[in-house]
T-cell receptor
Framework: QKEVEQDPGPLSVPEGAIVSLNCTYS??????FMWYRQYSRKGPELLMY????GNKEDGRFTAQVDKSSKYISLFIRDSQPSDSATYLC?????????FGTGTSLTVIP | DADVTQTPRNRITKTGKRIMLECSQT?????MYWYRQDPGLGLRLIYY???????NKGEISDGYSVSRQAQAKFSLSLESAIPNQTALYFC??????????????FGPGTRLTVT
């Protein structure tokens, strides 16, 4: 079983839609939960991170962590064409990082 | 200039050849990482280094070696390249002094093809 499972998509939505991206994990030792965004031909860049269960909001983005279910989500409100990218979830025990396979998102104008 | 640079950006090599990928950073971070990215498999950790004298194997270190020449430089070597090492390789850095998530900063990647 992989440490982190993520639906690869691809996901295609119209501009303005709410997008929900999800990951599950198996390791209870994970303490940090992150979402990275990766544009084509670029390295991943950190979008959001959380340390504990609950929600964290940053502009149009909300990260949600449910440690009891080992499930994390990223919500994008009012999606824009510039949000078209691959989104990777990542989790860490503090030293090593484990990444999901990434979900490819296309926002259609 | 980019904070994390990787050279070369693209490389085609033949089976059995030795190849080195280089990473340099100007962020002043002490921790450096090498990952490979494959379609359907995501990012997987090859090696990581928490300081110049510290080298650790990651999830998929077989067939690879690394050298931390200085705090700012971390190179990845394939002693005898094989076709299944064809992938996109990323270097990343982080700062152990940062509280919390220990954010990683990624380079632009090296696309390696082994024929």
């Amino acid at each position: 079983q992989k440490e982190v499972e993520q639906d690869p998509g691809p996901l295609s939505v119209p501009e303005g839609a709410i997008v929900s991206l999800n990951c599950t994990y198996s390791n209870s030792a994970f303490q940090y939960f992150m979402w990275y965004r990766q544009y084509s031909r670029k390295g991943p860049e950190l979008l959001m991170y959380t340390y504990s269960s609950g929600n964290k909001e940053d502009g149009r983005f909300t990260a949600q962590v449910d440690k009891s279910s080992k499930y994390i989500s990223l919500f994008i409100r009012d999606s824009q064409p510039s949000d078209s990218a691959t989104y990777l979830c990542a989790m860490s025990t503090g030293n090593q990082f484990y990444f999901g396979t990434g979900t490819s998102l296309t926002v259609i104008p | 200039d980019a904070d994390v640079t990787q050279t070369p950006r693209n490389r085609i090599t033949k089976t059995g050849k030795r190849i080195m990928l280089e990473c340099s950073q100007t962020k002043g971070h002490d921790r450096m990482y090498w990952y490979r990215q494959d379609p359907g498999l995501g990012l997987r950790l090859i090696y990581y280094s928490f300081d110049v004298k510290d080298i650790n194997k990651g999830e998929i270190s077989d067939g690879y070696s690394v050298s931390r020449q200085a705090q700012a430089k971390f190179s990845l070597s394939l002693e005898s390249a094989i076709p299944n090492q064809t992938a996109l390789y990323f270097c990343a850095t982080s700062d152990s002094g940062t509280s919390g998530v220990n954010e990683q900063y990624f380079g632009p990647g090296t696309r390696l093809t082994v024929t």
